[in-house]
C-alpha cells in the first residue's frame, strides 16, 4: 500500500479535496492510501515572476525535500505552473516520490480528478500510453479534456492490478 500524504495551496475547496481523494482511491484500488488534505506554503523562490507562473520542477523539489517521507506526496494548487520549453503543464510528478497538480486550467472536477490520476500513475510507475487511457499524453487544454479518466487493462496490469 502507498500512503499519499496531500497538501494545498491557496485554499482549494473541501469538496474538490474530498472528491479528489476519492477518485484516486477508486481508481488505484488496494494500490493507495490517500490521507487527508493539510495546507502548505508555496516557496517564493519557485515563483517566476515574469511568466506569473511557478516552476514546477523548483516546486516539486522543494515539496519533497521538506520533511522527506517515504510515503508519496501530493500537491495541489491553483497557481499556473510551467517547465522550461513549455508555456504550462497541468502537473509533473516523480517516479516513486510526489507529484503536483495544478487547478489554474482545469475547470470541473472530472478534468481535475484525470490530472491527479495521470500524475500519480507516473508516480506509480506508468508512462504515457498509446491505448484510450487516462495516461495517454496531451499537449493541449482539449486534448486532456477528451482523454479517458480510466485507466486501460494494459495499464491497470502494469500496476499488478486485476
Ligand atoms: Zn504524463
Ligand atoms: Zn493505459
Given at each position: ?27 488505484f484500488?488496494?494500490?493507495v492510501l490517500?490521507?487527508?488534505?493539510q ?39 491553483t ?74 487493462p ?9
Open positions: 500500500m502507498n500512503e499519499i500524504t496531500c497538501y494545498h495551496a491557496n485554499n482549494v475547496s473541501k469538496d474538490i479535496l474530498d472528491d479528489l481523494k476519492h477518485a484516486l482511491e477508486s481508481t484500488q488496494g494500490l490517500v490521507e487527508d488534505f495546507t502548505w506554503e508555496l516557496p517564493p523562490e519557485a515563483y517566476h515572476g515574469r511568466r506569473r507562473q511557478y516552476d514546477a520542477t523548483l516546486l516539486l523539489e522543494f515539496l519533497l525535500e521538506e520533511e522527506p517521507s517515504k510515503n508519496i506526496k501530493l500537491l495541489i494548487t497557481e499556473d505552473l510551467f517547465v522550461p520549453g513549455m508555456n504550462f503543464v497541468f502537473g509533473l510528478a516523480q517516479t516513486r516520490r510526489g507529484a503536483i497538480v495544478s487547478l489554474h486550467r482545469l475547470d470541473t472536477t472530472d478534468f481535475i480528478n484525470k490530472e491527479a490520476i495521470h500524475e500519480i500513475g507516473h508516480v506509480l510507475g506508468l508512462k504515457h500510453c498509446q491505448l484510450p487511457c487516462v495516461m495517454t499524453f496531451s499537449n493541449s487544454v482539449m486534448e486532456a479534456r477528451q482523454k479517458s479518466s480510466k485507466l486501460c494494459k495499464c491497470k496490469k502494469t500496476l499488478g492490478m486485476a
